[in-house]
């Protein structure tokens, strides 16, 4: 089993920066895809970053150059680093684990509001 916790977040004025942490409080990270994903008010919840156990990375393509993800197996915690934040990035972000082997289950932190203001 795994869950899992998020901090950081906040409001911010455009172009600032941010960043939301994710940390397994049961389980660990091993063989599991983590990312995080965002939803807006009367949005689908989307993919933000992925941090794939393999080592591959990828970003939305709104949030390339601006976004980064970084994982610490060792720790287990998944950081998402926003910079040059935009309004359009506000949204509650969601932490996300899946595993890479057998039925694929994943796992939800609660969220973590971020907020920015033009």
């Known amino acids: 089993q795994l869950q899992l916790v998020e901090s950081g977040g906040g409001s911010v004025q455009s172009g600032g920066s941010l960043s939301v942490v994710c940390v397994a409080v049961?389980?660990?990270?091993?063989?599991?895809?983590m990312g995080w994903f965002r939803q807006a008010p009367g949005k689908q919840r989307e993919l933000v970053a992925s941090s794939m156990f393999n080592g591959k990375i990828i970003y939305l393509d709104s949030v390339k150059g601006r976004f980064t993800i970084s994982r610490d197996n060792a720790k287990n915690t998944l950081t998402l680093q926003m910079n040059n934040l935009k309004p359009e990035d506000t949204a509650v972000y969601y932490c996300?684990?899946?595993?890479?082997?057998?039925?694929?289950?994943?796992?939800w932190g609660q969220g973590t509001q971020v907020t920015v203001s033009s």
């Open positions: 996300n684990a899946q595993n890479t082997y057998g039925s694929r289950a994943d796992y």
């Open positions: 049961v389980g660990t990270f091993n063989r599991r895809d």
